[in-house]
């Protein structure tokens, strides 16, 4: 089985972005993260963030460094990272919502509560399902 390593964060928005930011920033994930083998979920809620994602620990080391020097966020707050045995996302090369579900972007879901636990695996940790949770409930 291929090495797997996570990195999670939080982060804030530089503005509050609108519906086509969302949809460009969003495009970008998913066509960068299909090329590296990167699956995960990214959370958006008034000017806030919070992505989770996991691959090859070569290619989660490259995307921090590039989420480092994204001028679209700041205060990037690492809540963990390191190696994980299987997949929280698998299927997913970034899942995305909103908590108050105003944006409908392509492959995007209403983010509330059952239906954000709905999509976590069964695998995604504890402590994972409870940030996420604690998120979701600060912006409902």
């Known amino acids: 089985m291929a090495e797997l390593t996570h990195y999670f964060y939080f982060s ?4 509050l972005m609108e519906q086509p930011d969302l949809e460009a920033l969003l495009a ?4 960068n993260n299909a090329a590296q083998d990167l699956t995960g979920l990214l959370l958006y809620n008034d000017g806030c963030f919070v992505q989770y994602f ?3 620990p070569e290619a989660v080391t490259d995307l921090i ?3 480092h020097r994204d001028q679209r966020h700041r205060n990037m707050i690492r ?3 390191g190696a994980v045995e299987d997949r929280s996302f698998a299927d997913w090369t970034m ?3 909103t ?3 105003q944006l409908a972007l392509p492959g995007g879901f209403d983010l509330t509560w059952e239906s954000l636990n709905e999509r976590l695996d069964s695998n995604v940790k504890t402590y994972l399902r409870k940030i996420m949770q604690q ?6």
């Open 54 to 56: 996991e691959g090859p």
């Open 65 to 67: 460094a590039r989420l």
């Open 79 to 81: 809540m963990t990272e």
């Open 12 to 15: 804030s928005a530089k503005t």
């Open 135 to 140: 998120f979701y409930r600060s912006g409902a």
């Open 28 to 31: 970008q994930a998913r066509r």
């Open 95 to 97: 899942g995305f919502a």
């Open 99 to 101: 908590v108050d579900g």
